[in-house]
Nanobody, 119 residues
Framework: QVQLVESGGGSVQAGGSLRLSCTAS???????MAWFRQAPGKEREFVAT??????AYDESVEGRFTISTDNAGNTVYLQMRSLKPEDTATYYC???????????????WGQGTQVTVSS
């Protein structure tokens, strides 16, 4: 059973930075890894995805967030800069077999980590 464990969430002021980590119980080298987020009362939305060297971002985070993986091949990161109050949400990492912006294309999910950005 694949397990994904997120960490790194917290509370920051607008303009600040956070780095989220998601460690998998398997090697993720040949899988698509993604970050999604969900704010209270809203749908889960795509943030970023990576597979091999290919990446994709939602336009709302393009240029502010960076998705990457570690050399060991089992951790994916989301570096978040210039955070805005509208970035406040629970952030989830997900694993799938191909790059997609659709949450239903990912088969395994972490438990989520809260990010709160105050103005």
């Amino acid at each position: 059973q694949v397990q994904l464990v997120e960490s790194g969430g917290g509370s920051v002021q607008a303009g600040g930075s956070l780095r989220l980590s998601c460690t998998a119980s398997i090697q993720i080298t040949n899988y698509a890894m993604a970050w999604f987020r969900q704010a209270p009362g809203k749908e889960r939305e795509f943030v970023a995805t990576i597979m091999w060297s290919r990446t994709a971002y939602d336009e709302s985070v393009e240029g502010r967030f960076t998705i990457s993986t570690d050399n060991a091949g089992n951790t994916v990161y989301l570096q978040m800069r210039s955070l805005k109050p509208e970035d406040t949400a629970t952030y989830y990492c997900a694993l799938g077999t191909f790059l997609s912006r659709r949450h239903d294309q990912y088969t395994h999910w972490g438990q989520g980590t809260q990010v709160t950005v105050s103005s």
